[in-house]
C-alpha cells in the first residue's frame, strides 16, 4: 500500500496550489481518504476528507469556503484544491486512507491505517 501525495510548495497569500495523493495496492473501494496537516508546535489537523465510494465529503471549520477535495477514481488519486490560501495554511500536509472509518471519527488520525509522506505547503508574502 503506498499514498504518494504531491504539489506542495510556497505561494504568496491568496494564491492557489493542488495536492495530490496518488494510491496504489489496494482497492480504494469502502475508503476514507483524507487530508491532514501539520505546522511547526501544533497538532495533526484534519483539513478534509472524501469517501471514495460515494464520494462524500468534509471539510474542516478553518478551510470551508476555501478547500476542495475531490477524487478521480479511475487514477486512485484524490485531490486537495487550495484557494486563498493564508499564512495560517502553512503547513506540512499529509494524505491517510482508511477503510470503514465511522463519518463522525473522519477527523481522528489514529482511524487511518495508511499515511503518505507529506508535502510542504508555505505561505508567505
Known amino acids: 500500500v503506498q499514498l504518494q501525495a504531491s504539489g506542495g510548495g510556497s505561494v504568496q497569500p491568496g494564491g492557489s496550489l493542488r495536492l495530490s495523493c496518488a494510491t496504489s495496492g489496494f482497492t480504494v473501494n469502502g475508503y476514507t481518504i483524507a487530508w491532514f496537516r501539520q505546522a511547526p508546535g501544533k497538532e495533526r489537523e484534519g483539513v478534509s476528507c472524501i469517501r471514495m465510494s460515494g464520494g462524500a465529503t468534509r471539510y474542516g471549520d478553518s478551510v470551508k469556503g476555501r478547500f476542495t477535495i475531490s477524487r478521480d477514481r479511475a487514477k486512485n488519486t484524490v485531490y486537495l484544491q487550495m484557494n486563498s490560501l493564508k499564512p495560517e495554511d502553512t503547513a506540512v500536509y499529509y494524505c491517510?486512507?482508511?477503510?470503514?472509518?465511522?463519518?463522525?471519527?473522519?477527523?481522528?488520525?489514529?482511524?487511518?491505517?495508511?499515511w503518505g509522506q507529506g508535502t510542504l505547503v508555505t505561505v508567505s508574502s
Open positions: 491517510a486512507a482508511g477503510p470503514g472509518i465511522i463519518w463522525s471519527n473522519n477527523f481522528n488520525s489514529d482511524a487511518y491505517a495508511y
